[in-house]
């Protein structure tokens, strides 16, 4: 169907810094050549200087005289046009507040959606056009030539999925170009009026960067994050993807304490470096067989048959993996704070502590990993499950025998023995 395919999905996740960028032509509107990459830019200057200015709750700002929170402007020639903060914007600020251009209804096909487009006012039509249009498969297009052909190009691109109702194409919010490591966030509410919030702090004239795929493949490694990304047709180029791999380490099987990472290299080919702690280096088979295991593990939590066992299972994957990791032992294992397995099944254990209405501190430890494994999913890891990052914590147990059940208890001690014998480590690390 052709809903599922053409709704890009940009969903929502989190912070961090973003991509860098070449050359800027801050938005008055006269500055741009062709050469945006997206075609029709000379039928649509005022583009650029609108910012927030035309947005809801923005025309008050406009009003005063204060400047947008995000402003339209020239990235580079191969990126094309992005947003960018002139002021700079606190996290948790929303930068701009926007009403759809164009919705699709669910099960909408590309056929009923140009017949849309042909009913459309010309104005609308115009603005819809100038957005970035990347070429798609060639026989989903068969049929569509001219405006119509566009059309469809922008609508793969630039749709934003609307919770619970189709697809949405937004004037501005749509200018926001991707990075895995985001520093703001797309909130479509059922209305579909989209509210683009800054995830973290933005500096004034950064980059505003949001991701176009889903938190789950924003955890996984850059691989997997390229390939989600093909569709959009260009290639990821920020801070993660040219970074070192932060989604692959093992913990060190010989010390039990060190990390191994996944390192990337066109060069000498990708391989697990030395343990960070006692520099021992196993055999790329053991750890990639090790790897494949825990993969296979995740894989199971799949079928739609266990759907409703998939977090009961996953707390209890979890818990072993930490008691495993605890105990040290002859097999390494993904780390908890730097492999995407470990992050996947907390996040599913934290679900279940959360549906069981217990364990609430101990919920938000567990999400509090991902978090540092990614600190931009920090603010929407917890949303879904409902559990606020900073709510307060609750009063401290009397006894660790009494109140904290027994569950918890094991996970902590864990922890905390973990912590310890890392810090010994570290320190004799530091004296030898
Ligand atoms: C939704 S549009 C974003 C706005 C677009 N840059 C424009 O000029 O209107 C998505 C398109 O922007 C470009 N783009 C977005 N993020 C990018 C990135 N990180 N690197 C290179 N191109 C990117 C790609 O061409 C992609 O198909």
Known sequence: MFAASFVPAWRLCGAGVGMTSATRVTGTGSGLGGSGGSGTWSAWKPLLALGIAKCGRSRGRAARGLQALAEV???????????????????????????????????????????????LPQGTKQKLLALAATPGQAEKEVGFSGDELRFVRVLRTNSVSVPGAGGAVYKTACRANHSCR??????????????????????????????????????????????????????????????????????????????????????????????????????A?????????????????????????????????????????????????????GHWVSAKLARLAAEE?????????????????????????????????????RAPRPSPPTSRRGSWPRRETQLRCSWRSRRRRRRICCRGAGTS
Not at 239 to 252: L, N, Q
Not at 292 to 318: F, G, I, K, N, T
């Open 73 to 119: 402007v020239e990235i580079s020639a191969e990126v094309g046009l992005g947003l960018v903060s002139p002021q700079g914007a606190k996290a948790g600020a929303v930068l701009i507040e926007e009403d759809p251009l164009l919705q699709t209804s669910k099960d909408e096909r590309l056929p009923e959606s140009a017949a849309r487009f042909r009913t």
């Open 182 to 283: 985001p520093n703001a966030s797309l909130c479509v509410g059922p209305d579909a009026r989209m509210r683009l919030k800054a995830l973290r702090d933005i500096e004034p004239g950064e980059d505003i960067q949001v991701s176009y795929i889903g938190e789950g493949d924003l955890l996984r490694p850059t691989q997997h994050r390229q390939k989600q990304l093909a569709s959009w047709g260009f290639k990821c180029g920020c801070v993660r993807c040219s970074g070192p791999e932060d989604t692959r380490a093992f913990t060190c099987a010989a010390c039990g304490t060190g990390l191994m990472h996944y390192e990337k290299s066109e060069v000498s080919g990708h391989r697990w470096g030395p343990c960070s702690c006692c520099q021992a280096v196993l055999p």
């Open 285 to 337: 088979e053991t750890l990639r067989g090790a790897e494949e295991q825990w993969l296979d593990h995740v894989q199971s939590l799949r079928p739609e048959s266990q759907e409703a066992l998939a977090p009961v299972m996953a707390a209890a994957m979890y818990e072993g993996l930490c008691s495993s990791l605890a105990e040290g032992g002859p097999t390494a294992g993904p780390a908890l704070e």
């Open 353 to 389: 502590l959360v549906r069981q209405r217990r364990y609430q501190d101990h919920c938000r430890g567990i999400l509090r990993r991902p978090a540092r494994l990614l600190p931009c999913c920090a603010a929407t890891c917890a949303a879904p499950w409902g559990v606020q990052p």
